[in-house]
């Protein structure tokens, strides 16, 4: 059984920084391609980042290049999501996804490209 568990949310004041987790298992996690996206009050989840499974090939939303970055850790089956200079705008729940297709290239940008999650780590940032 799949399981995606997050981790390191919390409260940070605008231009802050947070590194969350997330801690795979269930699966061959060296096999897949790892994403994480947000979700906001009222609003769609949204593509956040991507790592290939290989860790080779990492692909960001526009609104985030440049101050999040995407790492993992094979060995230990955790990637990580490193995220600076934050503003209210980041202000959502984050969740870590596995990709549907085994190596798969990381190029998935929809919510449908993905096929098992994490239950999600609160990111509240105050202005």
């Known amino acids: 059984q799949v399981q995606l568990v997050e981790t390191g949310g919390g409260l940070v004041q605008a231009g802050g920084s947070l590194r969350l987790s997330c801690v795979a298992s269930?699966?061959?996690?060296?096999?897949?391609?790892m994403a994480w996206f947000r979700q906001a009050p009222g609003k769609e989840r949204e593509f956040v980042g991507t790592?290939?499974?290989?860790?080779?090939?990492?692909h960001y939303a526009e609104s985030v290049k440049g101050r999040f970055t995407i790492s993992r850790d094979n060995a230990k089956s955790t990637v990580y999501l490193q995220m600076n200079s934050l503003g209210p705008e980041d202000t959502a729940i984050y969740y870590c996804a596995v990709d549907r297709f085994y190596r798969n290239g990381g190029t998935g940008l929809r919510v449908t490209d993905y096929n098992h999650w994490g239950q999600g780590t609160q990111v509240t940032v105050s202005s």
């Open positions: 790592s290939s499974w290989n860790g080779w090939f990492k």
């Open positions: 269930g699966y061959s996690f060296s096999d897949y391609t």
